[in-house]
């Protein structure tokens, strides 16, 4: 008996349509499921769990609960916990509102606090505001600091303004400085440049040395020089060279290219040879073709 051509298009068309939902269908990999449960992801299937890994997942469960609790997130369902889990997460947000408090960071809920707890916080935010005060960093009110205070912050900024004086940076204001202090800043400055002009460094002012430390620094300069030629660096000038020095890099030199010529290793110019080094040694070959 032949099927009607209508009935076999409409069966074929269902087979195609369900299909795919039966390819999706197939089994998922179990330890890709158990990880989405535990982690609370949306493609868990609890369907396909096993006795042991539903306990597993409500053990993972309860602890995200407990994390979300922990760190205040919306999640967190307070009756979920256990009365343990419940006083632990109420001492650590208490002792994380006080810690706050003192150091003024995050949020502070001040009617919370006990009196002691009260006053430390007071202590602790005026320290900080003398703090901010002193360094020039942060809100500073002077206007609430006592006059020793003021005094001591006054000392700490001086003190600060002649350290920077002396090491060249920051905020240095010469007008402000003692007899004394001006006689150390420029020692400072001068030795200063003395080390700079030594060791070829920007901020070198020649015009500003002594005979004696421009002579200092000259023979500092050539004896780095000697070694940079010596050690074959690009830094080398050899318009800097003594007769003495070039006389001796000549001899090294002279030395390093017979080496070479005698041992067929490294750089070699036969032409630089005397007539007994070169009959000393062996014609030269020529690779084969």
């Known amino acids: 008996m032949k099927v009607p051509v209508s009935r076999s298009l409409l069966a074929c068309a269902a087979l195609l349509i369900g299909l795919p939902a039966l390819l999706c269908a197939g089994t998922p990999d179990p330890a890709a499921n158990l990880l989405a449960c535990k982690k609370g992801w949306p493609a868990c299937d609890t369907r396909q769990l096993t006795l042991s890994e539903t306990s597993e997942v409500a053990v993972a469960a309860h602890a995200r609960n407990v994390w979300d609790c922990r760190n ?36 502070c809920d001040r009617s919370r606090l006990t009196e002691s707890e009260s006053r430390e916080v007071a202590l602790a935010e005026r320290k900080r505001l003398i703090s901010d ?36 940076g920051g ?46 620094v000259d023979l500092a300069v050539r004896g780095r020089n000697m070694s940079d030629c010596a050690e074959g660096r690009d830094s080398c000038d050899y318009s800097l060279l003594s007769r003495s020095q070039a006389e001796t890099l000549r001899a090294a030199e002279r030395a390093r290219n017979h080496k070479a010529c005698l041992s067929g290793q490294g750089y070699c110019d036969r032409s630089r040879l005397t007539p007994a080094e070169a009959a000393a040694i062996a014609p030269e070959r020529k690779p084969a073709r």
């Open 133 to 168: 005060c002193t360094v020039g960093i942060g809100p500073c009110d002077a206007s609430t600091l006592t006059d020793p205070e003021l005094a001591a912050i006054a000392l700490v900024k001086r003190q600060r303004m002649v350290s920077d004086c002396r090491s060249g």
């Open 72 to 107: 205040g997130l919306s999640a967190c369902d307070l009756s979920r916990l256990t009365e343990p889990e419940a006083i632990a997460l109420a001492v650590a947000l208490y002792d994380r509102n006080v810690s706050n408090c003192r150091g003024g960071l995050g949020s």
């Open 171 to 216: 905020r240095c204001d010469h007008a402000l400085l003692s007899e004394a202090e001006t006689g150390e800043v420029a020692l400072a400055e001068r030795q200063r440049n003395v080390s700079q002009c030594t060791n070829g460094w920007d901020g070198c002012d020649r015009s500003k040395l002594s005979e004696g430390d421009a002579a200092a």
